[in-house]
């Protein structure tokens, strides 16, 4: 046991170290040198490390089915450099000023921001894993919109504690997710946006909606909170652009003409976000993070894995 604890404590110590160098590393090169290092990184886990590999392209079977396996596998390496140029770009990001980091994120529809400033109800801004999220945030809190996240705490509580601090010196506050509501509530009252990720699988806790034309346990707390709080739901997806920018794709859900949240309207208000969420995944798939198992926890009416999934896995592994 002891030894245990040793080897964590030395495993933690050598994980935050070596992502305090990184950020200081990629603070100190050009973006495009940056980005051409996530290249590479991607190419490296996706082709020879594989980490994940067999769930990526399990999760892309049962998504595009009508694709073929040397489409997929190309999907398949792009969102590993996508994840790897997210990661890097923003601890690059991290010492920059805010006027490069207003250029480096464009919005199609920043209007949506004003309008809920007026409305005076906050606004919850539902995102998923996909582009780089985290820039997306900065630049929000850059341009003077008070900002709070939803995060969950890592497993190592140094790497958190720095994570943290980026986030704070762009502005962001960070709401625990074992305080989630109690903060949530606070800030919305306080007219102000709450950053949510919903696009994991939500467990036995979930409602079922319509992911990709499959039932996938969702977390019901953005419509639930939306619904008790009249505040708008904005959802905003990050698009890299072939300069190295991104623009910020935003679509604006209202819930006035709903009454209460009822069990009926929030499965409504969940599958209408869970569906714009699809929308940008198929508009760009290699921006998504195909590496968690979004459909692993599945109806009571289904066995525990579909035979389709089955299937899938096992034309995977069959492939590899």
Known sequence: MMASKRWKK????????????????????????????????????????????GVVLSNLRLAFPEMSEAERKGIARRSYQNMGKMTFEWLHAST?????????????????????????????????????WELMAAA???????L????????????????????????????????????????????????????????????FVNFF????????GPAALALKTGAPIILGSAVRL???????????LTVDHLK???PENIRAVTQAHVSLLEKRIRQFPD???????RWKTRPPSERSIPEDETTARREVREAE
């Open 10 to 53: 030395i495993r933690h110590t050598i994980e935050y170290r070596s992502v305090v160098f990184l950020c200081r590393l990629f603070g100190r090169l050009s973006l495009k040198a940056v980005l051409r290092t996530a290249d590479l990184a991607g190419w490296l886990i996706f082709h020879v490390f594989r980490v994940r590999r």
């Open 96 to 132: 920059a000023s805010d006027e490069r980091i207003r250029t480096l994120i464009l919005f199609d529809h920043e209007e949506y921001f004003d309008w809920t400033f007026q409305n005076g109800r906050g606004a919850i801004l539902l995102s998923g894993h996909f582009g780089n």
């Open 140 to 146: 929000i809190a850059k341009r003077g919109h008070p």
């Open 148 to 207: 709070s996240v939803v995060a969950a705490k890592q497993r190592n509580r140094r790497v958190d504690g720095f994570i943290n601090e980026l986030r704070a010196s762009s502005g962001i506050r960070v709401i625990r997710l074992g305080m989630a509501i109690r903060g949530v509530l606070r800030a919305l009252a306080n007219n102000e946006l709450v950053a949510i990720l919903g696009d994991q699988d939500a467990h036995r806790e979930g409602v």
């Open 213 to 220: 034309g499959r039932p996938a346990s969702t977390h019901q």
């Open 242 to 252: 072939p300069d190295g920018r991104h623009r910020v794709l935003t679509d604006r």
């Open 260 to 262: 209460g949240a009822s």
């Open 287 to 293: 921006h998504w993070f195909w590496m968690h198992r």
